[in-house]
């Protein structure tokens, strides 16, 4: 079966870097998506990686290792507002998203 | 672009009562819509795909007669809730594909979603 595993909540402080975690199993893969939702609203996109390595993009970097099926969503100089879900989605062979269950962050003062 | 709107992003309605909802791209052509439920504090648990000029796509134990979706257009597709029941009571989200964002072609956008209340 297809199956993504991200830790269900984590805490971090303000200003300090947080590094959420994403292991997937899929039939096929075309790409892994990071999306954040905030309580209440709907999922947008952060980040997309399809081929190994570190993509930075500001405050947030997303790493890609396929051959150990494993993604980090990297956040820096956290800020209150950051306060989110991450979401991990893996693109299979048939191009269907894959979700993971997301990653409620807290961020305390 | 990449921008989605759902409407209504509200609603609260009677038991047995049909809702419908509308999915918009509205400065893109979609090439596929994605409709969504979500529990609270669960995550997204995808319904059906949309294409447009042909019938959805439902995923396993989605009721097709209970969930209808028409994508009429490459910009619109709806969702209607027929005789809906408390335990339809949900928020709904769509997302399309096709559109021109920070992401690649094969990015879903999301709309805002849409809570639904029965009562």
């Known amino acids: 079966g297809q199956n993504i595993d991200q830790p269900t909540e984590m805490t971090a402080t303000e200003g300090a870097i947080v590094q959420i975690n994403c292991t997937y199993q899929t039939s096929g893969f075309n790409g892994l998506f990071w999306y954040q939702q905030h309580a209440g609203e709907a999922p947008t996109f952060l980040s997309y990686n399809v081929l190994d390595g570190l993509e930075e993009k500001g405050r947030f970097s997303s790493f890609l290792s396929r051959s150990k099926g494993y993604s980090y969503l990297l956040l820096k100089e956290l800020q209150m507002k950051d306060s989110a879900s991450y979401l991990c989605?893996?693109?299979?062979?048939?191009?269907?998203?894959?979700w993971g269950a997301g990653t409620k962050l807290i961020i305390k003062p | 672009g990449a921008v989605v709107s759902q409407h209504p992003s509200w609603v609260i309605c009677k038991s047995g009562t049909s809702v419908k909802i509308e999915c918009r791209s509205l400065d893109f052509q979609a090439t596929t819509m994605f409709w969504y439920r979500q529990f609270p504090k669960q995550s997204l648990m995808l319904m059906a795909t949309?294409?447009?000029?042909?019938?959805?796509?439902?995923e396993q134990g989605v009721e097709k007669d209970k969930f209808l979706i028409n994508h009429a257009s490459l910009t619109l597709s709806t969702l209607t809730v027929t005789s809906a029941h408390p335990e339809d009571s949900s928020f709904y989200i769509c997302s399309a594909r096709g559109g021109y964002g920070r992401g690649p072609p094969e990015t879903q956008y999301f709309g805002p979603g849409t809570r639904l209340l029965v009562l």
């Open positions: 989605a893996v693109m299979d062979s048939n191009y269907q998203l894959i």
């Open positions: 949309s294409n447009e000029g042909s019938k959805a796509t439902y």
